[in-house]
């Protein structure tokens, strides 16, 4: 127990302070770089703090999630999920700094209540744990899409880094759904996307 303990606090550290890797090619690495004004730049550089902030909240949800199921193919499919999510932290870190600016100074708080979120999930049995997760990919493919609309429609390369984003956060709810996931009451639904509403709006601006 005591090294799995260590493994676990070694991901947290790791998620939070080291840079992350992509196994797969980064979907912007074809496009150019394009000219956008200032006032463009700020916008899509604090849409992907915030995107890269929901990455840091992912990887300690399904770490959470992953310590507490109880089923191995739904312990599977949180990793696999968690190793999709840490390529979309590199891809959206990178970018972050591609347009000048930092990933958000909060996201250890971030970080903590998810992974505090997750594990609770997990305990309540694995049909809510994967209807959490199906329903945490549903918002965010909710939230991905609204990214798209808001982007500076010259910045082609948030716009590949999130559209890729959103196709596989799509493939994690369909195999949660696959899975046996149970819907979730309309109350935490509504609770997931207040404190999501929260943790936008902070991570947009610091």
């Not at 302070?17 to 604090?46: C, I, Q, V, W």
């Not at 100074?105 to 979120?117: E, V």
């Not at 696959?178 to 999501?196: E, R, T």
Request: aromatic letters at 4%; hydrophobic letters at 40%; proline letters at 5%.
């Amino acid at each position: 127990m005591l090294d799995k303990l260590i493994i676990e606090f070694d991901k947290g550290v790791r998620t939070l302070f080291a840079p992350a890797a992509s196994r797969r090619p980064y979907p912007d690495a074809h496009l150019p770089e394009a000219e956008l004004t200032d006032a463009e730049k700020r916008h899509a550089l604090g849409l992907m703090r915030v995107n890269h902030c929901g990455e840091i909240c992912a990887q300690a949800l399904y770490q959470g999630q992953a310590l507490t199921a109880r089923d191995p193919a739904a312990r599977e499919a949180l990793r696999h999920a968690a190793i999709e999510e840490e390529e979309h932290l590199a891809w959206t870190e990178r970018r972050i700094r591609e347009l000048g600016g930092h990933p958000s100074l909060l996201n250890p708080l971030w970080y903590t209540g998810s992974l505090a979120i997750g594990v609770a999930a997990g305990l309540l049995g694995d049909k809510w744990n994967l209807g959490f997760l199906e329903e945490t990919e549903h918002q965010v493919g909710a939230h991905l899409d609204s990214h798209l609309a808001s982007l500076p429609e010259g910045d082609a390369k948030s716009r590949a880094i999130v559209a890729q984003m959103r196709d596989d956060e799509a493939e994690h709810a369909k195999t949660a759904h696959a899975l046996g996931a149970a819907p979730l009451p309309a109350p935490v639904k509504g609770l997931m996307k207040l404190s999501s509403k929260l943790m936008t709006t902070a991570s947009y601006r610091i």
